[in-house]
């Protein structure tokens, strides 16, 4: 159909983009109407009929693989290479721990990670003794600078270099084929936060060449919290440990009365899933890659996005840190004059924007997606000049509606 049409139709999926402009995907993204049918049917069945059943225990397990082969297929992948978590944090949590770390070894990052990314890094290093380097990528001008940048960090004791695909501050993507070309000839693996990728751009995990690579549910793919994945390259299985999360990385009991782990990526799936998320995220997926379409979603969602990017850079005052060239579908900007909280107030008052704030660069992030549209954007950028001609003492007084008989 029309991508008019076409929009107009993934809109009404999408009942929470009535209520405001929704540009904070990268935190939470709108829910599927379809997804919350079906997490509620399941919900409604546990409470009247229950969980305990033994014949119930197949189907959960049938509904996770179809959520890891949802995951798969945005990923270019096969389903033996996923994992389910239960977040972002969660998969790198597991990347973190995948080697046997011992004193003196390093591991590289940058200096714009999600904290999901680095705290793990930093319990490496007050517990064994893991030298953590911080790479500031913030300072690189291209990916030959970037890839410079991890060319002084990474050293012969390097032995993993964990990065975001998409940096959730400024937005910049990484040069993360190069930079996993780079690493393995050194040694290192390469573990990616895939939470600001997954879902807004194109991601092949075998093309990249990475060993891991975690991503959220709840963020681009539209699930329900509570959910993620994890990606573990065939390549890298002689390499990383085998997970301790829980009863699931077992495949069975042999005659033996031994636990025989999985040799896939199972080995790193943990038990105690909640059922009905676990459905939402397979249903979320499936109608962003069957009803709506991954390519349309990629291509619509990065034009915008570039749109809004140039929209903004436009107006006097404002100065854009996501990189034009090297940019996905996060927009991060800061304003003359404004503090970020200000502008994130500003927009939520006047044109019922949903954005965020990144509180480290004092700046305002709009994640723009798929299911946005060129008005949304246009009214936006006419409030960021609005506040660009004004100080906060100065903007002119928000339009208030008065109640009849308010005194009474």
């Known amino acids: 159909m029309p991508d008019d049409a076409k929009l107009a139709a993934v809109r009404a999926g999408l009942p929470a983009l009535g209520a405001g402009i929704y540009l904070n995907t990268g935190s939470v993204g709108p829910l599927p109407a379809e997804t919350a049918l ?3 049917e399941l919900a409604d069945r546990e409470l009247r009929v229950g969980r305990a059943h033994p014949a119930d225990w197949p189907d959960a397990l049938a509904r996770i693989d179809e959520a890891r082969a949802a995951v798969a297929a945005v990923l270019t992948t096969d389903v033996d290479r996923i994992a389910l978590t239960q977040s972002v944090t969660h998969g ?5 721990w995948a080697l046997d770390w011992r004193p003196g070894d390093r591991v590289v990052t940058t200096g714009h990670e999600h904290a999901g990314g680095i705290a793990p890094l930093y319990v490496l290093r007050d517990r064994f003794g893991v030298e953590v380097a911080i790479v500031d990528v913030g300072a690189a001008s291209d990916d030959d600078d970037t890839l410079a940048a991890f060319e002084r960090a990474i050293s012969p004791r390097t032995r993993m270099v964990a990065v975001s ?5 400024t937005g910049a993507t990484l040069p993360i084929r190069r930079l996993a070309e780079f690493a393995h000839a050194r040694g290192a693996l390469v573990a990616v936060d895939g939470a600001q990728a997954a879902g807004a751009i194109p991601v092949d995990v075998v093309d990249l060449g990475v060993d891991l690579y975690a991503v959220a549910g709840q963020k681009w793919l539209l699930g329900p919290e509570g959910t993620g994945a994890l990606y573990v390259a065939a390549h ?19 005659s033996a009365g031994s636990a025989v782990p ?11 899933y909640h059922r009905p ?8 997926i499936g109608w962003l890659s069957m009803y709506v379409g991954l390519d349309w979603i990629h291509r619509r969602g990065t034009t915008l996005a570039a749109a809004a990017a140039d929209r903004l850079a436009a107006i006097a005052g404002v100065h854009l840190l996501t990189p034009r060239a090297r940019m996905a579908t996060l927009v991060t900007f800061t304003l003359d004059g404004w503090p970020a909280e200000a502008i994130v107030e500003e927009l939520g008052a006047r044109t019922f924007a949903i954005v965020r704030m990144i509180p480290d660069l004092d700046a305002c992030r709009l994640s723009v997606g798929f299911f946005n549209t060129d008005d949304e954007i246009e009214r936006v950028a006419r409030t960021v000049e609005l506040l660009a001609a004004h100080t906060p003492e100065t903007v002119p007084p928000r339009t208030t509606l008065a109640m009849l008989g308010a005194d009474s």
């Open 262 to 272: 999985h040799r896939d990526a199972r080995r790193f799936q943990a038990s105690g």
């Open 236 to 254: 890298a299985d002689e390499r990383v440990a085998m997970s301790t999360a829980g009863w699931h990385a077992y495949e069975r009991i042999d």
């Open 277 to 284: 998320s676990v459905v939402g995220l397979g249903r979320s």
């Open 38 to 40: 079906a997490m509620a």
């Open 92 to 96: 790198m949590n597991l990347a973190a």
């Open 165 to 169: 695909h998409v940096l959730h501050t």
